[in-house]
């Protein structure tokens, strides 16, 4: 695993988590955006007493915001990035937040978020982080996915590249695993913030991208050839 989003200061890790976008500047993203990200995922959580797995987490943003909605349960943010763990840990601060690398993860969970992270997976690594979602979300356990349509990888530099001409699509990718249920959110009831960055539709900003907002189900397949990992 190549780390990715090198970033050394509590601003840079803010940046790196939601830049401009569909007219929206990334500090009314920040603010606006986190805790309606964070009630509509809380809404798929099965007990109070769930185990959250925050898949990209970045600096911790929406984990934050869960731990303060819902006071019950504990989140697991993991990263490629230690910059961004470390980050994380400071900013979140919570004894119920825990960061971790993706090959450290080795505890089923009860529901996986994963919010703007997919999009920037590189295509030689998106098989495995959909599978290892798949294989640590206990049995009918909910997936929650918001990504853009659009490919921007992170390359080794540290810089997006589009290679959406490898032929890569992301939500076929996750529906190998998963089932949709439907959309995260009800889009006539959102603000427009919402409205604008998870639907471009009736956005004014040229050029605006969806990142369409999804829930899932894990599917049981029986035999799925997962990345390696150690099975019982």
Known sequence: MIPRFIVNTLDQAMDSVVGDCNGWLSKDRFELETPIFAKAISFYLPSESSVVLDYGCGMGRIAKEMLKQNKQISVIGLDASIGELTQAKAYVSDERFQCILPEELNEPVDLIYCIYVLQHVPAIELRHAIERMHYYLKPGGKLVYCSSDYRLAINTNNNFTNDSGLGVN??????????????????????????????AEGCDTKGSIPHPAKVYVRKTIPNVPYFKVEHE
């Open 170 to 199: 992301v939500r076929y990718e996750v529906e190998r695993l998963f089932d949709e249920i439907g959309d995260l959110f009800n889009l006539n009831e959102q603000p427009k913030i919402i409205r604008d960055i998870v639907s």
